[in-house]
């Protein structure tokens, strides 16, 4: 079942038209902490780049503002310290019931791949083959990167026994980089094999 407004836990609660990224800041406060936007970021950072995106600082705050004006957060200012405050912001029930109905009326969209590396292979009849290597390598390196911050993410995730769904995603971004470190090795192989054919 798909659509915009859904009843499904709360007859009082639909599902309001706001972007993908207003409900995955939202999905973040659903784990029952009250967090700055400074946190959120941090949050978003740490798991959700993994497999959506990383939204920016300023997009953050404006969907804080958007969930805020649907009642779906509330948000209070509190003395950060001695000169300076900071604004905190919880999920409300009325936007933990919103986010059920979400999840469970709105179908995922489909998967969207834009990876730069690839258009490049794409158009390697107009490249030299060592300067496609060279990219190929440094994406392998960033690879590598990645997947050191995706096991430390699992790690984080492990160690939080209210966070079984974020481990299993987390899981989830490990097994995925590994397997694009494998691909990206064949491709390696695949170019070097070309390269002898050129």
Do not use: C
């Not at 805020?68 to 919880?90: C, H, N, P, Q």
């Not at 083959?129 to 960033?142: A, C, G, P, T, V």
């Not at 939080?160 to 769904?165: K, L, T």
Request: hydrophobic fraction near 40%; avoid cysteine.
């Amino acid at each position: 079942m798909s659509g915009g407004n859904a009843d499904l836990k709360n007859v009082d609660v639909v599902v309001p038209k706001i972007p993908t990224t207003a409900w995955a800041v939202l999905g973040i406060l659903s784990f029952g902490r009250e967090l700055t936007g400074y946190d959120i970021k941090n949050w978003s950072d740490a798991i959700l780049h993994f497999f959506y995106w990383s939204p920016a600082t300023s997009q953050i705050y404006t969907e804080l503002r958007r969930l805020e004006e649907f009642g779906l957060v509330t948000s209070r200012t509190i003395a950060r310290d001695d000169v300076r405050e900071k604004t905190v912001y919880t999920i409300t029930e009325k936007g933990v019931t919103a986010l059920q109905n979400w999840q469970e009326s709105v179908d995922a969209e489909a998967t969207v791949l834009k990876h730069g590396v690839l258009l490049r292979v794409w158009l390697g009849h107009l490249a030299e083959s060592d300067r496609l290597r060279e990219q190929i390598l440094d994406h392998r390196f960033r690879l590598l990167e990645e997947l050191d911050a995706a096991k430390d993410s699992s790690t984080q995730a492990d160690a939080q026994p209210d966070w079984a769904y974020p481990a299993l995603v987390a899981s989830w971004a490990v097994r995925r980089i590994e397997s694009e470190i494998e691909l990206t090795d064949a491709m390696l192989v695949d170019l070097d094999r070309l390269a002898q054919k050129r």
